[in-house]
């Protein structure tokens, strides 16, 4: 009967050790998921104020007024278009005073922009890009830290404030003052 108690005790004692084993397993398990948790849902905010290109470029065959663009600009978030806006008709210049919003759970958010010299019949790009080679932008926004990266990686702007990115095609080019935030 001493015995039978002795040996009901250690079976008691190890199914309790089993039992604490797995509680400290599911509770290391739950530490890393927070601490890896990435994945929590934030809603990028992107500003447009301007676009300028240079008065003198010719857009278009015709009057120096009609050699001026027609600006066509859309904006992404994590592959989405979160904006399309035109501004008026042959303006070297045009305030878009644009503020949009898209949703993403990456921790390096793209967000993308492309202008265009948007006619009837055709739409060509606007370089916006100072990289050679590329005329659309392909941001990256680091929520985490409020970093704004290149296509090259390269830090180029902090969150909530005003840059300005030139392209420099010698024929269509523009400068874009944009600005990336999230909640
Ligand atoms: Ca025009
Ligand atoms: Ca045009």
Same mark, same amino acid.
């Given at each position: #009967?001493?015995? @039978?108690?002795?040996?009901l005790?250690?079976?008691?004692?190890?199914?309790? *050790?089993?039992?604490? $084993?797995? #509680?400290?397993?599911?509770? @290391?398990?739950? &530490?890393?998921?927070?601490?890896?948790? &990435?994945?929590? *849902?934030?809603t990028?905010?992107?500003?447009?104020?301007?676009?300028?290109? /240079?008065?003198?470029?010719?857009?278009d065959?015709?009057?120096?007024? $009609?050699?001026?663009?027609? #600006?066509?600009?859309?904006?992404?978030v994590?592959? $989405?278009?979160?904006a399309?806006?035109?501004?008026?008709?042959? @303006?070297? /210049?045009?305030?878009?005073?644009?503020k949009?919003?898209?949703?993403? &759970?990456? /921790?390096?958010?793209? !967000?993308?922009? $492309?202008?265009?010299?948007? %006619? +009837? =019949? =055709?739409?060509? !790009?606007? %370089?916006?890009?100072?990289?050679?080679?590329? =005329?659309?932008?392909?941001?990256?926004?680091?929520?985490? *830290?409020? %970093?704004i990266?290149?296509?090259?990686? =390269? +830090?180029?702007?902090?969150?909530? @404030?005003?840059?300005? #990115?030139e392209?420099? %095609?010698? +024929?269509?080019?523009?400068?874009?003052?944009?600005?990336? *935030?999230?909640?």
């Amino acid at each position: #009967m001493k015995r @039978q108690l002795f040996a009901l005790t250690l079976l008691a004692a190890s199914a309790l *050790t089993v039992c604490a $084993e797995q #509680m400290l397993a599911s509770a @290391q398990q739950f &530490t890393i998921s927070q601490a890896g948790n &990435t994945n929590s *849902t934030k809603t990028i905010e992107v500003k447009v104020d301007r676009a300028d290109t /240079s008065p003198g470029f010719i857009f278009d065959p015709g009057s120096a007024l $009609e050699a001026r663009p027609e #600006m066509m600009l859309r904006v992404f978030v994590d592959g $989405e278009r979160i904006a399309q806006v035109f501004g008026p008709e042959n @303006q070297s /210049s045009v305030s878009f005073n644009l503020k949009a919003s898209g949703r993403s &759970t990456k /921790s390096l958010v793209p !967000v993308r922009l $492309e202008l265009y010299d948007k %006619d +009837k =019949t =055709t739409q060509e !790009v606007i %370089d916006i890009n100072p990289l050679q080679g590329l =005329t659309i932008l392909n941001l990256r926004y680091n929520p985490a *830290t409020g %970093d704004i990266l290149n296509e090259q990686g =390269t +830090k180029i702007a902090r969150s909530g @404030q005003f840059f300005d #990115m030139e392209g420099l %095609d010698p +024929k269509k080019n523009a400068t874009i003052r944009l600005s990336l *935030t999230h909640r």
